[in-house]
């Protein structure tokens, strides 16, 4: 350490912004699954940065329900890009894939946004990277 440089002082994170963060990859996957046109498509780039934001979160809960959104988003989405390669004309069968999709990702979803609203979240403090 310098003589000019100071202590950085820790930054505090209140559980009511763990909580969000922890929410936020699930309420994305919850709009682009009910609006899959164009929102879907928009998440699927947007929620890439929602993870890098999220997943190395100083709460480790944050990372952990981001992870398990994001298995959820990913597994679903690519199953679909991977059946979608033997699909014929017709709409009929993307608004099949669509409901198998919300059928698997609606629950999951609404079922970890009960946990994580349940869950009694702590502040934390974040060390801040002297430069």
Do not use: C
Not at 88 to 113: Q, R, S
Request: no cysteine.
């Amino acid at each position: 350490m310098t003589e000019n440089a100071k202590p950085q002082q820790p930054t505090l994170i209140t559980g009511a912004s763990a909580r969000r963060s922890a929410a936020l990859f699930n309420y994305g996957n919850l709009i682009a699954t009910l609006m899959p046109l164009p929102l879907g498509i928009f998440w699927l780039g947007a929620s890439m940065v929602v993870y890098a934001m999220n997943r190395h979160h100083p709460n480790p809960r944050v990372g952990y329900y981001t992870q398990w959104a994001a298995y959820r988003f990913y597994g679903v989405v690519g199953f679909v890009v991977a059946e979608a390669t033997f699909y014929t004309k017709g709409l009929h069968v993307w608004l099949i894939t669509w409901a198998v999709m919300a059928l698997i990702l609606i629950p999951w979803t609404l079922y970890d946004l009960l946990r994580i609203y349940r869950e009694e979240w702590q502040d934390t403090y974040r060390e801040e990277e002297g430069a």
